[in-house]
């Protein structure tokens, strides 16, 4: 018995670790409507669902084939200073649960600084060099339930911030996925195992 239960708790913490597996999801904007290529209306929150798992994007809209910038013609969530009073700086996504594996495509119409947070303490302070012609991919191991997308400048004339996102990728943890027993429950199966595998090699003569 004393050689058994090590070997049960390996298993035990094998396959409790493999019962939680996270679930892959990506919002790339196609499914919207086509937008307009320069910025003209008001902020458009758009609200995805993946299950139980709901994305909300806010302080944007979308924009297609956006002008003065060359890394993305397709749709892109967008925000400007010189566009609707509605346009916002930071961009900010929302999640009604945490989520893993963040990451996200920059892309912008101004040089510049740029912030990206979250709120558990994650912080990334990236640049994009050229005006109109830079992409950043960007992203945190653990992001909890908001991330922000800042525009820190510098400004050019009477604009403050002129960027996009794209491409938003993350993972949905999940605990319990259908048809998955529980670690306790797959514990338990562990041991069982093992202890038949025991006593058969016992009666084998088997050490």
Known sequence: MNKLFPKAALVCTVLS????????????????PAGSSVFGGPEQTLVYNFGSLTATFSGG?????????????????????FGSASMVNPLTVTF???????????L?????????????GNVLNFNLATTGGSAATEGFAAAGTQVTID????????TTFDFAIDNVTFDQPLSNPTGTPEPSSICLLGTGVLAMACRFRRKLGIA
């Open 17 to 32: 670790l493999t019962a939680v597996y996270s679930h892959a999801s990506e919002v790339t904007f196609e499914d919207q």
């Open 61 to 81: 809209l979308i924009l297609t084939d956006e002008t003065s910038q060359s890394t993305d013609n397709s749709n892109v969530y967008a925000t400007s200073s």
């Open 96 to 106: 009604n649960q945490p989520i893993v594996n963040f990451q996200i495509d920059i």
């Open 108 to 120: 912008n119409a101004l040089a510049g600084n740029y912030i990206m947070s979250d709120n558990v």
């Open 151 to 158: 525009y820190t400048g510098p400004g050019l004339g009477t």
